[in-house]
DNA sequence: GTTGTTACCTGTACGC
DNA sequence: TGCGTACAGGTAACAA
């Protein structure tokens, strides 16, 4: 599933391949992941050249010379260059030089044109490697659900999902059911400072490939080797041995160490 | 405004 | 082998 990382590793891997470039066509084949109308889209998208990627969490932003193509790639879903088309192929982009296809079997992610950035993106919270500790903080004091609910949530900080949140919450030593006001500044630190170590170490492997995680040239990432609890159920802790534990937190399966974590 | 719950969707794993 | 079922989870919509 695409967090920041691996949506971190698709723009990078993709920039190089398609900034500069213009789009020929855009064809949608299944209209479920299409946010607007398939015409509408299509027409607006004919003759647009790329000039930039960024990413907004887990929001992959293709900038255009008029307006922007929002790309989100929902758990499963994938920007290929260059590939054959699958049977979960949605969209094709043909360019002057080369194609992108989205493929998504699960058909959680969405693509959208619009003239501006969507209200829901500029309503974002703060890159997590970019926020400070002080507004971080602040975000985590005014809310009372379970810290790990409030780093999913992505009005506080965006771009960590399910696997990096019990990740940095392991590291951090701090229960996932912990309240988020309840933590003092010294386990809040501890959770800042995690977070943002697993986000840079999984960047740095490209991203963890669970389920079917590629980047835009088809190639997995690494981070799943260096996982430490996350879908670790039963097995021992890394640290300590006590078996890990599964519960349910926000609706998530979620991962801890009942000795290493308080 | 926050908080919690549910739907969306299909490949995969598992039990019988 | 084949079938039924549970499970995976990011976002958005909804209720409270």
């Known amino acids: 599933m695409p967090e920041l990382p691996e949506v971190e590793t698709v723009v990078r891997t993709l920039r190089p391949l398609i900034v500069g470039r213009r789009i020929l066509n855009a064809e949608f084949t299944q209209l479920r992941i299409l946010r607007g109308g398939a015409q509408e889209t299509s027409a607006a998208l004919a003759g647009r050249r790329i000039q930039g990627i960024e990413r907004y969490g887990k929001f992959i932003a293709i900038v255009l010379d008029k307006g922007y193509l929002m790309v989100h790639l929902g758990m499963t879903g994938k920007l290929l260059v260059n590939s054959a088309a699958s049977k979960w192929t949605h969209a094709v982009f043909t360019l002057d030089d ?15 044109y619009g003239d501006e950035l969507p209200a829901r993106v500029l309503a974002l919270g703060p890159e997590p490697l970019e926020v400070s500790l002080d507004d971080f903080a602040a975000a985590l004091k005014l809310r009372r659900s379970p810290i790990k609910a409030v780093l999913l949530n992505q009005a506080v900080v965006r771009g960590v999902g399910n696997i990096y949140a019990d990740e940095a919450l392991f590291r951090a030593g701090v229960l996932p059911k912990s309240p988020s006001d309840s933590l003092t500044r010294a386990r809040v630190k501890r959770v800042y400072e995690a977070m943002q170590a697993v986000l840079r170490e999984a960047i740095e492997s490209r991203g963890s490939s669970v389920a079917n995680y590629v980047d835009a040239e088809g190639r997995k990432g690494g981070f799943q080797l260096l996982h430490r609890v996350y879908q670790r159920t039963g097995e021992p802790c890394l640290k300590c041995g006590t078996p890990i534990t599964r519960i349910l937190v926000a609706q998530r399966g979620t991962h801890f160490c009942g000795k290493c974590q308080k």
């Open 98 to 112: 080369g194609v992108v296809h989205y493929d998504d079997p699960r058909q959680f992610g969405r693509v959208e």
